[in-house]
């Protein structure tokens, strides 16, 4: 075993740098001409403005009983902002399949774009609120956004263009992205970047909270990451990132062989015993062999461990997966367990 690295002693720790300090977004009080603000950017006057007040309370205000936030109003607006991308993307492109569609609507409602529709349109300062925990964090947005420049709204960070949308959308999404400009190619550049190579690059996706989470692999290491609410984004984002990892700190992935492309068949617990059995193949070795190595707790509740052995050429491996309580899950523990042993051998 090799010994553990020598202790370095260090000195105090820099000085940390005073934090710069934003002035806090603006408040609208007269909650009359919030309202008016608002209605004079739609374009359209409200029968209800109780509703609009509503709209524009966060959680954080609320007091007294019957008062309400903008919280069930989100519920339905969700579902409304959807249908009405739809209906206008499904007739404006009559040649588009669904899955396109699906891309460009994911696209146009998206947290990352309807947030810098908010900041275009300076719509922070009319939602009442008591809570300076998100006010520092939405200024803080607010000064990121100001410096991208300004006609990056409709590119950052999908890519689109101006195209006039119907009724009251026209004004508050203008710019709408669109089938001829919405920025898919990330995805496609790094794959054939990496087919150039020898290489795959696989697309792991997770949850964290409400967002979705996608990992890149390529070589067995992780290249990229992008997240957002929409699955089709998070990918887009983690294309965009590998993308630019493998053109600087990581293009030794693509030119040295690191990893020997096992990483990318590793895969989920549940594919590990597959992919090892064809891994195996491709190289003309023998099929692994699975065997019980223990049976454990009562009959409802019992669990297992599996080892699986591969020979190779010039060695015999074995590895033992984890507790699991089906015997496919133990293979496919102790199967994901040899495809990371090869990956290190």
Known sequence: MAPPPASRKRGPPDPEPDPVELPP???????????????????????????????LTHPSSVEGVGAASYERLEFVGDSALGLAFSNFLYLTNPTLGPGSL????????????????????DLYPL??????????????????????????????????????????????????????????????????????HGRTAQFKTWQKGGMVVVNVFVGGEMVGIGSSEQKVIAKLNAARDALGKLAGAKQQVLTTGVGNGLG?????????????????????????????????????ERKFV???????????????????????????SAAQKMLEYLLKF
């Open 25 to 55: 977004p603006a408040f609208v009080a007269d909650r009359a001409e919030a309202a008016a603000r608002v209605e004079r950017l739609l374009g359209y006057r409200f029968r209800d403005r109780r509703l609009l007040e509503e709209a």
């Open 127 to 196: 939602l009442r609120r008591n809570c300076p925990r998100l006010d520092l964090r939405v200024g803080q947005f607010i000064e990121t956004v100001k410096q991208e420049p300004e006609d990056d709204l409709c590119t950052v960070p999908y890519g689109g263009s101006v195209l006039k949308a119907p009724k009251v959308t026209r004004r508050l999404f203008e710019p709408i992205i669109t089938a001829e400009t919405i920025d898919e190619q990330p995805v496609t550049t790094l794959h054939e970047l990496c087919q150039k």
């Open 102 to 121: 699906s891309t460009l609507r994911a696209a146009n409602i998206s947290t990352e774009k309807l947030a810098r529709v908010a900041v275009r349109h």
């Open 264 to 300: 990318d068949e590793i895969g989920e617990l549940r594919e590990c015993k597959q992919k090892l059995n064809e891994h195996c193949n491709r190289k003309n070795w023998p099929k692994p062999i699975f065997k019980l190595e223990k049976e454990d707790g009562p009959a409802h």
């Open 306 to 332: 599996c080892s699986v052995q591969v020979e190779t050429p010039t060695d015999n491996f074995v590895t033992t997966g984890d507790l699991m309580s089906r015997v496919k899950d133990a293979e496919n």
